[in-house]
């Protein structure tokens, strides 16, 4: 445990973040002192001898001057717990969610060379997380070549599933009846009618459409047939991007598949998490791995062409050989994209409560595990396209986003880098309004993640959106 003094409040959260990274390193309690004066930032360990560094002065730019007054007090405090707790960690004292936004922001200022330079003497970010980092940034090059001024995303969130996971932290129900499905769905539809008339009335083109959850197969085929049919009313959907997560693999039937291919759909994902059935027992996943091998037969032969298949490093119990097991299956089944992820042992889960019971792989099993996914990915000819870090990860690791060349998910790197607005429908649901410049400015709105009380709100929902997105 750090337990961190400082003249500069504004930066406590900030600096506790940095603390974390250290959670997991065997360090005894230590009280640690980071102080801000006019032009250096000074931490230091009780005990241990300081760490200082300057802090340049940046004229009539308040919001750059806290940027750096920031980077170099978490830097600093980075440098003296490495002093007592020496350890390796990936993303060396980085704690944000997009390390690539950094670094294309680092680039777009000091140039490339320097921006590479910093990642790795600066921030102390490993060769190997800073080569992906940059290879990340030039394959999304293109992605943002396209992006319009008036570009915008739309993602629909479907807050039900069918069991639920032992690591999970989303606000996703599980659905028991019928009629909370119906009832929801006849709301949803008034937010997606709502939200068309702000897209038309701003004269927003459509980037790509992305529903998500919870699971939306966890709607009849006539539920989800009624939902998607209103969205093609509602948005020009014409040959872009539009995605559904078909998610859990036990929701997945030839009817289903029909609906989401007839209406346009262009894009799904089949998530088995791993391969291994004892493993999908633990953790509560009421599927098999043969149930994921049968609806990837199913969405081939309902034709579609490009597929997601999401996984997770660090699952409770697992080993290198049953993550080199999963990832043996899911080369046999051929993926368009692939996610991997880093399990994140999230506070409000069930899993945060279980941890004296449940053994997790340590930091060096995750490690090995993203390396062997990295090797299967690129074995398939897919190419790391987005990525992102959260907190209470195994490692201090991170999710990655593979694809083929030409597959990379345009909704996943745009809503991850904070390039393009979204307009988001559904429970729990996130709006977001991006002002670029120099400094990226996004404003959010966030609907209620209960269901009652978004049903209740949707009217103002509707103004505060409409106050957004019609400035």
Not at 225 to 241: F, H, K, M, Q, T
Not at 308 to 333: F, K, V
Not at 395 to 412: F, I, K, M, Q
Request: aromatic share 8%.
């Amino acid at each position: 445990m750090i337990q961190i003094e400082t003249n500069a409040p504004r930066y406590t959260n900030d600096l506790a973040e940095v603390a974390r990274l250290f959670d997991n390193v065997q360090c005894a309690t230590r009280n640690a002192q980071c102080v801000l004066s006019e032009n250096v930032a000074v931490a230091w360990i009780d005990g241990y001898p300081s760490v200082t560094l300057p802090i340049p002065k940046i004229e009539n730019d308040p919001w750059e001057q806290k940027r750096q007054e920031k980077r170099a007090l978490k830097r600093c405090l980075y440098a003296a717990l490495q002093a007592v707790c020496p350890t390796e960690l990936p993303w060396g004292s980085l704690t944000g969610i997009r390390p690539t936004a950094l670094l294309r922001q680092l680039g777009e200022h000091y140039g490339e060379a320097e921006a590479l330079r910093m990642f790795r003497e600066d921030f102390d970010v490993s060769a190997a997380k800073t080569a992906l980092a940059r290879e990340i940034c030039a394959v999304q090059g293109p992605l943002w070549n396209s992006l319009a001024p008036n570009s915008l995303d739309v993602y629909i969130g479907i807050p039900y599933c069918r069991s639920r996971c032992l690591y999970c932290s989303f606000g996703a129900e599980v659905s028991r009846r019928a009629g909370e499905l119906n009832a929801y769905l006849r709301f949803l539809l008034q937010d997606i009618a709502a939200g068309a008339a702000i897209v038309k009335e701003g004269g927003y083109i459509l980037r790509a459409l992305y529903i998500g959850g919870g699971t939306p197969t966890v709607f009849t085929a006539e539920q989800l047939r009624v939902l998607l049919s209103a969205v093609r009313e509602a948005y020009d959907i014409g040959g872009r991007e539009f995605t559904v997560e078909a998610g859990r693999p036990d929701t997945i039937t030839p009817e289903k598949l029909r609906v989401l291919c007839d209406t346009g759909v262009t894009r799904i994902s089949v998530n088995p998490q791993t391969m291994v059935d004892a493993t999908l027992r633990r953790i509560g996943r009421a599927h098999s791995a043969e149930d994921t091998r049968r609806a990837m037969s199913d969405a081939r032969a309902a034709g579609f062409t490009h597929i997601n298949m999401d996984i997770i490093a660090g699952l409770p119990g697992e080993t290198i050989a049953d993550m080199e097991y999963t990832l043996a299956a899911i080369r046999a089944l051929h993926p368009e994209s692939l996610t991997v992820h880093t399990l994140a042992v999230k506070r409000s889960s069930r899993l945060k409560e279980q941890l004296e019971i449940t053994p997790l792989p340590d930091a060096n099993t995750a490690t090995q595990m993203l390396q062997a996914a990295d090797a299967a990915a690129r074995g398939l000819g897919l190419l790391p396209y987005y990525m992102y870090r959260q907190k209470y990860m195994r490692g201090s690791l991170e999710n990655v986003g593979y694809a083929l060349p030409g597959h990379a998910c345009l909704y996943n790197a745009d809503m991850m880098e904070e390039t393009s607005s979204v307009l988001a429908h559904g429970a729990g649901a996130m709006s977001k309004r991006v002002f670029p410049g120099r400094d990226v400015r996004v404003e959010r709105i966030p609907n209620p993640k209960d269901v009652g009380t978004y049903c209740g709100k949707l009217a103002e929902l509707d103004r505060r959106k409409r106050a957004l997105f019609l400035l």
